[in-house]
């Protein structure tokens, strides 16, 4: 079992940047590899980002890529994505996630524990 909770959204303005984390509890944290999804309203939830077990592979949607950076702490359980040049199609409120072993990285299918999700809104 794992629970995650997501922090550091917030407005910000075209070109800016933001971090956001992910705080998990749970001794098996390590084990999972983790995502970082997006949903607008009116859409559907959509992969941003995501990053193996161990932090060696990493990867991005192509929206993001470039201007996203996924990382982990094991030690301190928590995951980060750091968000750069953010434009306005970038709000949504962000979702980390913990995958389950198997399957792709892009489907929200294959992560079993979500968090509450953190609200980003760029301003043009």
């Known amino acids: 079992q794992v629970q995650l909770v997501e922090s550091g959204g917030g407005v910000v303005q075209c070109g800016g940047s933001l971090r956001l984390s992910c705080a998990a509890s749970g001794r098996t944290f390590s084990t999972y590899a983790m995502g970082w999804f997006r949903q607008a309203p009116g859409k559907e939830r959509e992969f941003v980002a995501a990053i193996s077990w161990i932090g060696g592979s990493t990867v991005y949607a192509d929206s993001v890529k470039g201007r996203c950076t996924i990382s982990r702490d094991n030690a301190k359980n928590m995951v980060y994505l750091q968000m750069n040049s953010l434009k306005p199609e970038d709000t949504a409120v962000y979702y980390c996630?913990?995958?389950?072993?198997?399957?792709?990285?892009?489907?929200?299918?294959?992560?079993?524990?979500w968090g509450q999700g953190t609200q980003v809104t760029v301003s043009s």
């Open positions: 996630a913990a995958k389950v072993p198997g399957g792709s990285y892009y489907s929200t299918l294959n992560y079993a524990y």
